[in-house]
T-cell receptor, first 111, second 114 residues
Framework: QQPVQSPQAVILREGEDAVINCSSS?????VHWYRQKHGEAPVFLMI?????EQKGHDKISASFNEKKQQSSLYLTASQLSYSGTYFC????????????FGQGTTLQVKP | DAGVIQSPRHEVTEMGQEVTLRCKPI?????LFWYRQTMMRGLELLIY????????DSGMPEDRFSAKMPNASFSTLKIQPSEPRDSAVYFC????????????FGQGTRLTVV
């Protein structure tokens, strides 16, 4: 079951904040966040695991509400380099390894 | 480590031809994934392997697609015969221990079927 991301697209000015949401209709074991720039491969940002563990970059923050089956990625004081498409990927209620990605959220940061 | 290596980077082929995409995962990674990316359908999981064994191929579009992993350092995705609707970017990714570790993506193969 593909997770649903919102919004589909965001345009920001440098220094502004953004939140990208990811929701699933099924219980989740883990949520991954990746960023993809045009013509490049997706690059890992963060993993949030059932039980509260997080792994990822210090400058990226995210939350995982297991009961609501939702995750949010927080981009604060955005920089031009934050532009790209953000994907959340989810695995079901146990660690199957099967990572299904949402449709993506395109973020554009303008000077 | 050089990361996940895919070849070729670009492939243009005629409809009906066989296409083989190749992937070398990061050494020591137990999981290997094949994804297809298009504007319309996003990043779709086609198949994934654990310790060289196919675990879930429910995302493979049809019998024209097949994937193998003969050993821990090599995987192929084959399309035979190819069709224009197969045009997409195909990514291979690997991870150490499944979905509680990050997936590393290769640079992708851009396939164009004319």
């Amino acid at each position: 079951q593909q997770p649903v991301q919102s919004p589909q697209a965001v345009i920001l000015r440098e220094g502004e904040d953004a939140v990208i949401n990811c929701s699933s209709s099924k219980a989740l074991y883990s949520v991954h966040w990746y960023r993809q720039k045009h013509g490049e491969a997706p690059v890992f940002l963060m993993i949030l695991l059932k039980g509260g563990e997080q792994k990822g970059h210090d400058k990226i923050s995210a939350s995982f509400n297991e009961k609501k089956q939702q995750s949010s990625l927080y981009l604060t004081a955005s920089q031009l380099s934050y532009s790209g498409t953000y994907f959340c990927g989810t695995d079901g209620s146990s660690n199957t390894g099967k990572l299904i990605f949402g449709q993506g959220t395109t973020l554009q940061v303008k000077p | 480590d050089a990361g996940v290596i895919q070849s070729p980077r670009h492939e243009v082929t005629e409809m009906g031809q066989e296409v083989t995409l190749r992937c070398k995962p990061i050494s020591g990674h137990d999981y290997l994934f094949w994804y297809r990316q298009t504007m319309m359908r996003g990043l779709e999981l086609l198949i994934y392997f654990n310790n060289n064994v196919p675990i879930d191929d429910s995302g493979m579009p049809e019998d024209r697609f097949s994937a193998k992993m003969p050993n821990a350092s090599f995987s192929t995705l084959k399309i035979q015969p190819s069709e224009p609707r197969d045009s997409a970017v195909y990514f291979c990714a690997s991870s150490l221990e499944g979905s509680d570790t990050e997936a590393f993506f290769g640079q992708g193969t851009r396939l164009t079927v004319v």
